[in-house]
Antibody, heavy 120, light 108 residues
């Protein structure tokens, strides 16, 4: 079955760059869109951006200046970098697959999420 | 700028009751791009509905979705104990995704 697993540091210092990787198993990363979504503690969901296996990307306009999403199809992995982090970037970060079908669009598979805390 | 609002913020109901959750967009949208998620504490969200009214794989038929234009509804016909959770609607406004703030369904 399709599984996604986030990995990366759980603690990042203010002004530094947050880096996470999502490893995909059970399906080839090719021919799909892949996304990052975050959730601050006790709050709602915020879409960060997505990448197609070809490498094309789209980002949340509110984060665009600080976000880079990349993909490595040979490893079935995609990654997130968020620069110049502040305490407001403290959140659970999820990776997810984007399902785009003739009948609709949604995030159909999710990782378990990883908490990243921004603190000195 | 597209905004999604959900109402009510909290819905307090008993098992066996019917739950009706609302999601409203600031502008009319295509129903193909409206999805609903369920999230329980400590878990990742789970896709319930996409295309406003199509149930995702494995979702029981007590969940149904409807709506068009700017107004969408998620209905749970008879609440089971495992349905008490937070529900989010989500819109794809090409090329960005937007989530609503969520509705918490808790036990009365």
């Amino acid at each position: 079955q399709v599984q996604l697993q986030e990995s990366g540091p759980g603690l990042v210092k203010p002004s530094e760059t947050l880096s996470l990787t999502c490893s995909v198993s059970g399906v080839s990363i090719s021919n799909y869109y892949w996304s990052w979504i975050r959730q601050p503690p006790g709050k709602g969901l915020e879409w960060i951006g997505y990448i197609y296996y070809s490498g094309s990307t789209n980002y949340n306009p509110s984060l665009k200046s600080r976000v880079t999403i990349s993909i490595d199809p040979s490893k079935d992995q995609f990654s997130l970098k968020l620069s110049s982090v502040t305490a407001a970037d403290t959140a659970v970060y999820y990776c997810a697959r984007v399902a785009i079908t003739v009948t609709g669009t949604g995030f159909d598979y999710w990782g378990q999420g990883t908490l990243v805390t921004v603190s000195s | 700028e597209f905004v999604l609002t959900q109402s009510p913020d909290t819905l307090s109901l008993s098992p066996g009751e019917r739950a009706t959750l609302s999601c409203r967009a600031s502008q009319s949208v295509g129903s193909d791009y409206l999805a609903w998620y369920q999230q329980k504490p400590g878990q990742a969200p789970r896709l319930l509905m996409y295309g406003a009214s199509t149930r995702a794989t494995g979702i029981p038929d007590r969940f149904s979705g409807s709506g068009s234009g700017a107004d969408f509804t998620l209905t749970i016909s008879r609440l089971e104990p495992e349905d008490f959770a937070v529900y989010y609607c989500q819109l794809y406004v090409i090329p960005v995704f937007i989530f609503g703030p969520g509705t918490k369904v808790d036990i009365k």
